[in-house]
């Protein structure tokens, strides 16, 4: 698996922190560019448990699952308070289906003046695919629901959840959450991750970039 750190092949210039549930790394094949916006790298980064599991329900130690949602969460809403000083959303979407390989939260910074955009845009691709796409408010993640339902989610920023069921008869496109996304940002020739892809010393640049960005905001340095 690609997302574990006992891999010997994993990308390690990726990282950018690692907590003691759960890890960050810059994304390969960023979304936004690295001159899109102030910030001088994508700011598209992937929030990873440690846990070998398809989804966070599914990782069997009680405490373990109850910590390493925990631990995301807040990960999350520190790239959220970083990218807000630049100007910037911080919109998350993750997919959780238990034949899935590893879980992850992708968080991709969208230009306030274009947050309106991303729900609406949501809405008409759901109606376009056949999905049931609702609207909730954020749970408190740091409560172990145990849910075993799978799902895809998009938190919009303040408290607002975008949220299609996945029961096992309905197939759903991986890339969904992106190509939404790459419409908003005005970018859909960057709706395959592929298409992409940096030389490693573009890589490098971003992830160094946005390590140095985040360093104050990142709680695993913090005494």
Aim: charged share 25%; hydrophobic share 35%; aromatic share 10%.
């Amino acid at each position: 698996c690609f997302f574990c750190l006992s891999n010997p092949q994993l990308a390690q210039h990726f990282i950018v922190s690692i907590g003691e549930e759960s890890y960050v790394t810059t994304a390969k094949g960023p979304l936004p560019t690295s001159d899109s916006h102030g910030l001088d790298c994508p700011g598209h980064v992937l929030i990873i448990p440690l846990s070998h599991s398809p989804t966070l329900a599914s990782i069997t130690d009680s405490a373990t699952r109850k910590n390493t949602i925990a631990e995301m969460v807040k990960y999350k809403r520190c790239v959220a308070t970083m990218l807000a000083q630049h100007g910037y959303t911080a919109v998350a979407f993750e997919i959780s289906r238990h034949y899935g390989i590893h879980f992850h939260v992708q968080v991709i910074p969208v230009p306030d003046s274009k947050l309106a955009e991303v729900q609406s845009e949501f809405e008409n691709a759901a109606k376009t695919n056949g999905y049931t796409i609702i609207e909730k408010d954020e749970e408190d993640e740091n409560e172990d629901s145990g849910n075993e339902d799978d799902f895809f989610k998009v938190y919009l920023g303040g408290k607002k959840i975008l949220y299609i069921s996945l029961p096992p008869e309905v197939r759903f496109d991986l890339q969904f959450g992106r190509k939404v996304l790459a419409t908003v940002l005005g970018r859909p020739e960057r709706s395959d991750w592929k298409s992409c892809v940096q030389d490693e010393k573009d890589e490098v640049h971003d992830a160094e970039q946005f390590k140095t960005l985040f360093k104050v905001y990142d709680f695993t340095l913090q005494e």
